[in-house]
């Protein structure tokens, strides 16, 4: 007959020497624990992080142990979902034999694969961008085709513009002609206009 004590508390030990830092038991009946499991540091040290707590059960390792997650940093929930997922799947392909190191291995090996997914996602993410900009500074470049119908429509737009300017020119020296003397008027009123310019010259 198996003796299931005595192999949860092998196990334990084993597990206190594996993960020094990071076991720790929460009670000895049910015996729970907790192991937090950290991925490799990503780009800028990055990592992403999970608590995992375990309950044996009374016949573990002949039944699957109890688990959830405690706490997480930097995982969204379909991670999250992923991680319950293969917790369950290696959990019953590991029946009948001490798991939690099992467990622990696979769980830290799908957090470095996401550390890789968020590295390979904010590559992607900055290429894309790259990628917009250098289209932004081409389309301002070669700045927009000039086809027949978009010349005449600039042109129409042009000689609207062209006219304005004249009308308000023309206008502008109807104005100052209303307030302008001619040259005779001019003479009438100074008489030294005539001699103006031989004056200047003589200077």
């Not at 290696?90 to 830290?108: K, P, Y």
């Not at 005449?152 to 304005?164: I, P, R, S, T």
């Amino acid at each position: 007959m198996t003796d299931y004590s005595e192999e949860q508390r092998n196990e334990l030990e084993a597990l206190e020497s594996i993960y020094p830092d990071s076991f720790t038991v929460l009670s000895e009946k049910p015996t729970t624990f907790t192991i937090t499991v950290t991925s490799e540091a990503g780009e800028n040290d990055e990592t992403v992080q999970t608590t995992l707590k375990f309950t044996y059960r009374e016949k573990y390792p002949d039944e699957t142990p109890l688990y959830e997650i405690v706490s997480q940093e930097n995982l969204d929930d379909n991670d999250v979902t992923d991680i319950i997922k293969l917790l369950e799947q290696q959990a019953d392909e590991n029946l009948g034999m001490v798991m939690i190191f099992t467990l622990v291995s696979a769980v830290q090996e799908k957090l470095n694969e996401i550390v890789d997914q968020i590295r390979t996602r904010r590559e992607e993410e900055k290429k894309q961008k790259e990628r917009e900009a250098e289209e932004e500074e081409k389309q301002r470049f070669h700045g927009t085709p000039v086809t027949i119908e978009n010349f005449l429509n600039w042109k129409a737009k042009f000689d609207a513009e062209l006219l304005e300017i004249k009308r308000k020119k023309m206008k502008e020296e109807e104005q100052a002609g209303k307030n302008k003397l001619s040259g005779k008027q001019l003479f009438e009123m100074d008489h030294n206009l005539d001699t103006s310019d031989i004056q200047f010259l003589e200077e």
